[in-house]
């Protein structure tokens, strides 16, 4: 079936790599309005985005995250990505964020139960959104999993998050760094994901 917005969905792919300029603030707007439009439970509507372009501050919270892994230790049954961080942080040459130029913290009420269903929605409507415009984007989970770490939960005060609130997910957005300027949108072959029909 032949359609743009299944197409869409089907060639979206993580980026890693960005170039160093700032998309326009229309081509955000329109990623952070796909994220605005999705769905949530009861539509609540109460996820909030922070959009961060900001180099100082992408830095600094660059500079926090690898503090945070740095002082980790792997435990046994870690989630792979988990592991991989911390043991990144300590060689002290990490950068969880790609060095994107932009990234959008999805922060939700703390107490809400459809919080993390609300973001996820969100942003999975902003990396399609910004495959149809031509940028690239990856979910971040590094400020979800070290959202309740004082000196990072202090920062993201200071940025604006509430008390109450808690980081659901990021994204990093901004032009891939690649040959054409444009996310490599060749489909990963399904090798997981089961559908069973009844």
């Avoid at 509507?45 to 372009?53: G, H, L, M, N």
């Avoid at 990234?103 to 703390?110: F, G, K, S, Y």
Wanted: negative net charge.
């Amino acid at each position: 079936m032949e359609n743009k917005t299944l197409e869409m969905i089907r060639t979206r792919r993580s980026t890693r790599a960005f170039q160093k300029s700032v998309p326009s603030s229309e081509l955000l707007n329109a990623v952070l309005e796909a994220g605005r439009y999705a769905p949530s439970g009861g539509n609540s509507q109460t996820a909030r985005f922070f959009c961060v372009t900001d180099p100082a501050v992408l830095d600094r919270l660059a500079e926090i995250v690898l503090k945070c892994f740095a002082s980790m230790e792997e435990t046994p049954g870690m989630y792979r990505s988990k592991v991989s961080s911390i043991r990144r942080a300590k060689t002290g040459n990490y950068r969880y964020d790609y060095f994107t130029p932009v990234l959008i913290i999805a922060v939700n009420d703390r107490e809400y139960g459809n919080a993390m269903a609300d973001c996820s929605c969100a942003l999975e409507n902003m990396m399609i959104a910004a495959n149809t415009l031509d940028l690239g984007s990856c979910w971040i989970n590094q400020l979800h999993w070290l959202t309740d770490e004082p000196e990072l939960k202090s920062y993201l005060k200071e940025l604006g998050v509430r008390d109450g609130e808690t980081v659901c997910g990021s994204l990093a957005v901004g032009y891939p760094a690649t040959e054409s300027g444009l996310p490599n949108r060749e489909p990963l072959p399904r090798t997981g994901n089961e559908v069973i029909y009844i």
